[in-house]
T-cell receptor, first 106, second 111 residues
């Protein structure tokens, strides 16, 4: 069983496009995390949120607690945004989605 | 602050060999974790430690042991490596209910 489901699994976009990655979870959580992993690289935390919306530069994360759903949006996408984006729900431990592989083409 | 430091970055082992992956954090976090990442399966929890002196099994603990040596350090040991343990391993730490910080990963190949 997957406590956290992400979609799409793979995404290719043209530079400048608006991108949305979705995450649904089935467990009770205290927070929802969005992580970024570049090819061959480490994992960095982009957002941690428990309600509402957060924005950092061109990235926006939203969460709807009632619907158990979160979205990560990237505005004006750029090739350097190409990475795997991972959703993680935290209660007593982290539950990870399998990631969305994003490729932004110049 | 170095954050989470994980060593080694790469390792090749022969089946049956043993090794220890080291992890240290300098953020005074209580919780530390070991994950493995395999293609198409995402990150899976091997073991975690909620505080110094305590460790608990995660989703895939078989074939591994851990030691929480002190608040800073959390090591992962493979006593007898198997090809199924070929993976990328990540250490992470956080305060409970806060964002997690990850090490750079260890790419382990067991031949």
């Amino acid at each position: 069983k997957n406590e956290v489901e992400q979609s799409p699994q793979n995404l290719t976009a043209q530079e400048g496009e608006f991108i949305t990655i979705n995450c649904s979870y089935s467990v009770g959580i205290s927070a929802l995390h969005w992580l970024q992993q570049h090819p061959g690289g480490g994992i960095v935390s982009l957002f941690m949120l428990s309600s509402g919306k957060k924005k950092h530069g061109r990235l926006i994360a939203t969460i709807n607690i009632q619907e158990k759903h979160s979205s990560l949006h990237i505005t004006a996408s750029h090739p350097r945004d190409s990475a795997v984006y991972i959703c993680a729900a935290t209660g007593n431990q982290f539950y990870f989605g399998t990631g969305t592989s994003l490729t932004v083409i110049p | 602050n170095a954050g989470v430091t994980q060593t080694p970055k790469f390792q090749v082992l022969k089946t049956g060999q043993s090794m220890t992956l080291q992890c240290a954090q300098d953020m005074n976090h209580n919780s530390m974790y070991w994950y493995r990442q395999d293609p198409g399966m995402g990150l899976r929890l091997i073991y975690y430690s909620a505080s110094e002196g305590t460790t608990d099994k995660g989703e895939v603990p078989n074939g591994y042991n851990v030691s929480r040596l002190n608040k800073r350090e959390f090591s992962l040991r493979l006593e007898s490596a198997a090809p199924s343990q070929t993976s990328v391993y990540f250490c992470a730490s956080n305060w409970r209910y806060t964002e997690a910080f990850f090490g750079q990963g260890t790419r382990l190949t067991v031949v």
